[in-house]
């Protein structure tokens, strides 16, 4: 067991702008002006997505070697499916995605066998897709009243 | 029935460092030093976490009035278990997080009970954290070799 702790906070600013902030770290997300917001980012679905992405594109780097592949290139394009009715409470479906699809670009000399002993390694070793598709539990904790 | 699709992609740079890019917008994920990379920004999984805070703060500014409460202030602290020997390959372990545990945080002249009905709704309503916790199903739908 090596459990880790990963922190973040979410604080609200102006409309439905939120600075998101981890170590340091700065992001702003926000919602499209179609949505009520100022577009100053990705909304928290893209930001999602695009952590997924991510989390894939490390597992990739972190195991090319060990499946014997030379990474070129490599990049991950993701597309999920929502249904906003949940979201905007005018239907009693879920508010979260149904499904994400996604597909991987590869660039590599490397052996046919390998790239795809490679490829469908990846998913299952990602933190950020496992989180998704075998779920967590969340805990709301706290309410401070400030 | 009101299905969107929302898309990102995720392009593998130097070492651990990928480019995020939805509608136009980039932001840098990387790894710490520690973990093999150059710390350029926050990793997968402390975006996971801020996209989660992020989705909760806008789903408090949508849905303040209907609950009569007026937000001087909402922030959220979030924190992840993560068993890092599931992503390193040490343990049969699940990769990804086993519990993320969130803090709300909040600035209000409001009635209390308006108040405590409208953080008792909030984490329902958030499309990220649905996500997460009833889970996605995700599906590598192609393999391009560039």
Known sequence: MAIEQFKATAHLKQGTQVKVSSRGFELTLDEPVAEGGTDLGMNPVEAL????????????????KRFKVQLDDFWVELEGDLDSDGYMDKADVRCGYSAIRYTYHIKSPSAQADIDAFVAFIGGK???????????DLQLVGVVQE
Do not use: E, F, K, T
């Open 126 to 136: 990602c933190p950020v897709g496992d989180s998704l598709a075998q779920g967590v």
């Open 49 to 64: 997505l695009g952590a997924l992405g991510a989390c894939q594109a490390i597992v990739a780097r972190v195991y090319a």
